[in-house]
């Protein structure tokens, strides 16, 4: 069967510096990888070269059993994204937008206006359907990005944050989305920094470090690898970071000086 993703020695150099030095990862359809690692590690970078938005890489990346340099951008379609810092546009309306995305991705008109509607409608802001995005709240706004990763029912979705700016209860229904998806069969590929949310809902959690992978498994292996209890105690431990109490007091003796 082919793999929905599948990576191979990919390395990318921005001018001198190396970014990632030889990523292998092969992921099955019907999984949810934690993508996670430091701030710098390389993450965004390896979703960007794998939708296309970043070029000048050495390696193999396949998507649905193809080579993405040959040419041919069909797969894009059958991608979702929701980046880490997202470019709505603002002085559109959320119907406006939502319909735009939903045609770049092949919908029909009037197909991408009911589904958009019923979707904000479902996570509660059916009110502003027709109200500027730029009027709206941190968590409206993300709401909005999610449902133009998915609005096209992709395969793939690849999620840079996804949960920033929700409330508890928005937090509750898009992991239950995400999981439901999942056991449709879509591969979704789930960055974050909060440790709570990957170790519950990933299958399989890779992390990366300064260009390399340094662990691959479900959690309990790499919880047992590394005898820790917690993705927090394994994070911090294989990127060799252990100074936290330090750098907090030094904060503070900081912060006190007069
Ligand atoms: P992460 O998402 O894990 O925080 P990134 O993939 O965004 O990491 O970045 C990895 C490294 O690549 C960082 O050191 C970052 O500064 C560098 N980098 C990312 N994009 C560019 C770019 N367009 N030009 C130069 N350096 C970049
Ligand atoms: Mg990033």
Redesign the pocket.
């Known amino acids: 069967m082919d793999k929905s993703i599948f990576i191979k020695d990919l390395k990318m150099n921005?001018?001198r510096?190396e970014?990632l030095k030889g990523i292998n990862l092969e992921i099955d359809k019907g999984t949810i990888i934690g993508y996670i690692?430091?701030?710098?590690?390389?993450?965004?970078?390896?979703v960007?070269i794998i939708l296309g938005l970043?070029e000048g890489y050495t390696g193999i990346v396949k998507i649905f059993g193809e080579d993405i340099s040959n040419g041919n951008d069909e797969y894009k379609k059958r991608i979702g994204y929701v980046p880490?810092v997202a470019e709505t546009y603002e002085s559109l309306t959320a119907r406006e937008y939502l319909t735009f995305i939903g045609q770049l991705y092949g919908l029909e008109y009037d197909i991408a206006d009911k589904k958009a509607y019923e979707l904000m409608d479902i996570l509660g802001i059916k009110e502003s359907y027709n109200s500027k995005i730029g009027s709206f709240s941190k968590g409206m706004k993300q709401k909005v990005v999610i449902i133009s990763s998915l609005i096209h029912n992709p395969d793939i979705l690849f999620l840079?944050e996804p949960l920033s700016g929700l409330d508890a209860n928005s937090v509750m229904i898009i992991k239950e989305i995400m999981i439901g998806l999942k056991d449709e069969g879509k591969t979704i590929f789930y960055?974050s920094h909060i440790m709570e949310v990957v170790e519950k809902i990933s299958d399989r959690i890779v992390l990366?470090n300064n260009?390399n992978i340094v662990a691959d498994g479900n959690f309990d292996d790499l919880k047992e690898s590394v005898h820790q209890n917690s993705l927090e105690q394994v994070f911090n431990q294989l990127t060799g970071f252990s100074e936290y109490k330090e750098l907090a007091s030094k904060f503070i003796s900081v912060i006190k000086e007069v």
């Not at 690692?37 to 390896?46: E, V």
């Open positions: 921005f001018e510096k970014v690692g430091p701030n710098g590690a390389g993450k965004s970078t390896t960007k970043v880490e840079d960055s990366l260009g």
